[in-house]
């Protein structure tokens, strides 16, 4: 009974620790989709002028995953008359930071707003944007995500330790 | 496409209160109230339907214009752009939005129209057989006449101009008809087997590929106005096809004193003229004329 406390204990404070690093892992995924998923449409604007719908449920599936759903808000969002919003936009999503979810909320407003030309641009300094805080999340996820695994083995092995 | 682009508590009145087959045009100004063209009549928009005075009048405002310009194209700006440019934005249900804003110009071109202030809605109509009381003189047994439609804006030329290819095609006459399009919305409602389409063409190029490509017995084109139109006309009659046009002038005087149209006339071109007025209702014939100008008709 002991061992499978100790054993539970261990598995627990692990699988903190993975919840933990994932969370970094899954933010650095996320931004890198964005920027493929903004990097196409500003190419498709320019040569296809294919309509944003088309575009958006063209968009590759295995960026698509990992854009937690954003794709398909905005689309549902393009059926409806109301404005944007930061709830229905982000509900259930929670690895963005607040600031991210202005950035990307304004990059979806622009969305279909403005001739080739301006759409391109503006898509393009979103991508500069979402670039830099990608790289901050490269950069957390090396220092944090990596830790905070390390730190739920650690955390096990000491409540392990203790209990025996 | 009606409910799509314009807000929701302005189509629920329009749907309900309003006869939507007498509207011809919805008029949004940035901060003014919503006229509605009524067969004619100019009416403000209303809680209640539509009415005469400005008190109960609702008003729309700059973003709602941006909204149902927005909507009009699909939620993509930029894929209509080229459409822009000219003023306007035709929907896939050939509703016509005429758009007012600030014109981008570069290198002397117009690059795009940005804040937008006013936009037009116009309403395309079917008028089954509203050509039939001209039919007859412009559509021979053997052939069909060069016909050119003269009326003011909003008098029907383009719905005069469908009926008559729909007339031909109910009749399987074997002609082959191209619509000129140049802002694709002549062939809304037509279904005809003898009909090709090119859309979005100036029309000199437009005439020039058509007749070389698709070989039509007759060209149909909407609002000739530029020298362009007119070389292009001459072209095309030199090549022995036949032509139903249309352009703006409120009475035959009008007409004949337009410059641009000098060498038409006196090369008797035009075998028909059809004058379309807008005194009883949208598609009031005035008359058909002759090359003479004599009128044969009313």
Known sequence: MKYLLIFIVFCVCVFVGYVFSSKYNRRKKFFAALISFADKLSLEI???????????????????????????????YLDKKCELSNEEMFSKIDILK??????????????????????????????????????????ECKKYGTLSLKLGIVAGLFFAVILF | ?????????????????????????IRLRANKPVVINNNGKLLFLAETGLCGDLNKALFASKIIIEDVIFRASECSIY?????????????????????????????????????????????????????????????KQSSVENTLVISPPGAGKTTFLRDFVYQLSIRNLPYNVLLLDERG????????????????????EGFENGIRSLAPDIIVTDEIGQQNDIDAIEYATSCGVKLLASTHADSMETFMAKKLFRPLIEQKIFKRYVLLSKRNGPGTFEGIYDENFCRIYK
């Open chain 2, 1 to 25: 496409m009606l409910e799509k682009i314009l807000p929701d508590k302005f189509f629920k009145i329009i749907n309900e209160k309003v006869n939507l087959k007498a509207v011809n045009e």
């Open chain 1, 46 to 76: 320019n040569f296809s002028r294919e309509r944003l719908r088309v575009l958006i449920e063209n968009f590759d599936e295995t960026n698509k995953k990992h854009l937690l759903g954003l794709d398909e808000k905005f689309v549902n």
């Open chain 1, 98 to 139: 607040k600031e991210e979810k202005d950035i990307i909320l304004l990059f979806f407003r622009t969305l279909g707003r403005s001739d080739v030309e301006n759409q391109t641009k503006e898509i393009q300094n979103f991508v500069k944007r979402f670039l830099e805080i990608k790289n901050e999340c490269d950069v």
């Open chain 2, 185 to 204: 919305e002549l062939d809304y409602g037509i279904n005809s087997n003898y009909t090709d389409k090119i859309a979005f063409s100036s029309k000199s």
């Open chain 2, 79 to 139: 894929s209509v752009n080229e459409q822009i440019k000219k003023g306007f934005i035709i929907t896939d249900d050939g509703i016509r939005l005429g758009l007012g804003g600030n014109v981008v110009e570069e290198n002397g071109k117009v690059k795009t129209i940005t804040n937008f202030s006013s936009c037009n809605i116009r309403i395309p109509h079917v008028v089954k057989n509203c050509s039939l009381n001209a039919f007859a003189y412009i559509c």
